[in-house]
């Protein structure tokens, strides 16, 4: 092979332009200078957005959720927990494509194949299969085996008491977001704060690694209701079950401690069960006791006649003339259901007469009345930490015609809910003072006071006027209860219906309390449209009443203070007495 001299070769001795040598170099020169420059950046400048970028990837948070605080009575007993509970979820793109282990999981699910595939579109990144499964679905989806299909646990709400409790606590959503009762009133010192934990996934999203710090979870706080759960069962099981005896559409009851204010029972019926919620109406959730409102008819004949007390117009012993059944007012004649002729005040509570109590209201000034109304809380919202509670109707006393203020005296043209009225028989109960009321628990040592409206004399008065009436020859003795005194007035009036009444459509309540020497519990019961034939207060609320008020007394241990002794009453009698409205 013959050898070349590249110095006499045409094509290398060429001279190469210099400026094209240097651009080389400052080209080079200027790509090493920029991934530097890119280094530094990824390294130093933007490390933070490339790490989690890169993080984004295969580390993933994990919610580490807070156990909701329970809901208990006042006895501890637990009216609403959370337990942990599997839920079910899926990588569409992930999932095993074998149709025979996927129609095995639509059937375990419940679902048709078709809804399964649409579920699992592939172009979704998470979706759901099942939250708060039983644990039967979860073990059957688990056996088998699909990949792409994953289980966490998740608090469930549970409810021992059911429907007995449902409108006190309420419920929450699949969220464990309060939404009705106790469960929203207090939710955000149920709900505690989730925790997190920083984990790394493998593709088939198995935790291999454990990253950063743990945040732990804080639990919610505990509740402690002023509630009893065995009172507040009992009275729910009675308001049912007279729903049912009179075919009524429905009935609330409200038990409260007369010295303390707490409500240790608040029960309606329809109820429904918080922790099974399909195909709920609106008439199962409405907590009637607290919101719906009803002209309360005789049982504010009590207040309008300690008023009469308190300012000296009447005496226990004063006669009132009411013969003959009725007194004309304004070209309006408010009457008695059957003519009375001459009444003491005592008995004008007692055979509930409306003309008496028309004759002391009209001595007073309508400011007189209305003052005493609001003191007594009605047209006011109740002040109770408790969704739903509503204000009621009073008028200012300025708009009264004669006529209304006569009618308002025996409990029409103004309106309440059931535990506005319970609340308001606090007066007679504590001595002349409406206390407030609570759903929570309070100290023991406690000492409860409340706004003044009559003096303890006037307050006493009533007490044993309230006796007669739900005693032997008053509206209610139906209400009477075997070794306890007690006292009470019972209610009926026609519902309304837009500006007028309906002709056969009443609403039955009684109020009262026991034992009536000093009362240790008050207990309002309503029963709306009873159509089995009878609807006075006495009749359809009062035994409601007797049950509930010898039931409560007992459970709290209250001793009795009558001789007990067999008592029948015929209906016959029952029937002559009952009341007027």
Do not use: C
Request: glycine share 10%; proline share 6%; net charge positive.
């Amino acid at each position: 092979m013959r050898s070349v001299s590249y110095s006499t070769s045409p094509l290398l001795a060429s001279k190469t332009p210099v400026w094209r040598s240097r651009f080389l170099v400052a080209l080079v020169g200027f790509a090493f200078t920029g991934l530097l420059a890119r280094a530094l950046y990824v390294q130093v400048i933007g490390t933070q957005f490339y790490q989690k970028q890169g993080e984004a990837r295969y580390v993933h948070q994990l919610e580490l959720p807070a156990s909701r605080g329970r809901i208990n009575d006042r006895g501890g007993n637990v009216l609403a927990a959370s337990v942990a509970v599997p839920s079910v979820w899926a990588i569409p793109k992930e999932v095993d494509t074998d149709p025979e282990k996927r129609k095995a999981l639509a059937k375990i699910l419940g679902w048709s194949n078709a809804e399964l595939e649409r579920k699992l579109d592939p172009a979704t990144r998470f979706v759901w299969l099942q939250r708060q499964a039983d644990d039967q679905v979860a073990a059957q989806i688990k056996a088998l085996g699909l990949k792409g299909v994953f289980q966490d646990r998740e608090y469930k709400r549970k409810y021992p008491e059911g429907e007995a409790a449902a409108h006190v606590v309420g419920f929450t959503n699949i969220e464990d977001k309060g939404q009705e009762g106790i469960e929203l009133a207090r939710q955000k010192d149920l709900q505690g704060r989730d925790g997190s934990r920083s984990v790394v996934r493998d593709r088939l999203g198995r935790v291999v690694e454990d990253i950063g710090e743990r945040v732990p979870a804080a639990n919610g706080r505990d509740i402690d209701l002023s509630i009893d759960s065995k009172v507040q069962f009992f009275a729910y099981q009675r308001i049912r079950d007279a729903v049912a005896e009179h075919k009524a559409k429905a009935g609330s009851v409200v038990v409260l401690d007369a010295q303390t204010g707490e409500i240790l029972a608040l029960a309606n019926y329809p109820s429904y069960d918080p922790g099974e919620r399909k195909n709920l109406s609106g008439a199962q959730l409405r907590n009637r006791a607290l919101t719906d409102i009803f002209e309360p008819g005789s049982t504010m004949k009590p207040f309008v006649t300690a008023l009469a007390l308190e300012t000296g117009r009447v005496h226990p012993d004063t006669v009132i003339n009411t013969g003959p059944r009725s007194i004309v007012i304004s070209g309006w004649s408010p009457s008695d259901a059957h003519p009375h002729g001459e009444l003491t005040v005592a008995q004008v509570i007692q055979k509930s007469s409306n003309v008496g109590v028309v004759k002391m209201a009209m001595q007073m000034s309508p400011r007189e009345l209305h003052e005493m109304y609001t003191a007594i809380g009605l047209g006011q919202r109740p002040q109770i930490d408790f969704p739903g509670a509503i204000t009621g109707k009073l008028r200012p006393y300025k708009s009264w015609r004669p006529i209304e203020q006569a009618t308002m005296s025996y409990g029409y043209g103004l309106s309440a809910s059931l535990l506005q009225l319970a609340r308001a028989y606090t007066v007679f109960a504590h001595d002349g003072e409406v206390i407030p009321i609570t759903m929570t628990r309070k100290p023991p040592d406690e000492v409860v006071s409340g706004i003044k409206v009559f003096s303890p004399k006037t307050a006493e008065t009533l007490r044993g006027m309230l006796q007669m009436a739900a005693g032997p020859g008053g509206t209610a003795p139906q209400a009477m209860v075997s070794g306890y005194s007690v006292g009470g007035k019972s209610g009926t009036a026609h519902k309304q219906e837009g500006k007028g009444y309906a002709g056969h459509k009443y609403r039955s309540w009684f109020v009262g309390m026991a034992p009536i020497s000093k009362p240790r519990i008050i207990v309002a019961v309503m029963v709306d449209e009873p159509t089995n034939g009878i609807y006075f207060g006495g009749a359809v609320a009062g035994p409601v009443f007797s049950q509930v008020v010898s039931q409560s007394l007992r459970l709290l241990n209250v001793p009795t203070d009558l001789e007990v002794k067999p008592q029948i009453i015929a209906s016959q009698k029952l029937q002559a007495v009952e009341e007027s409205f």
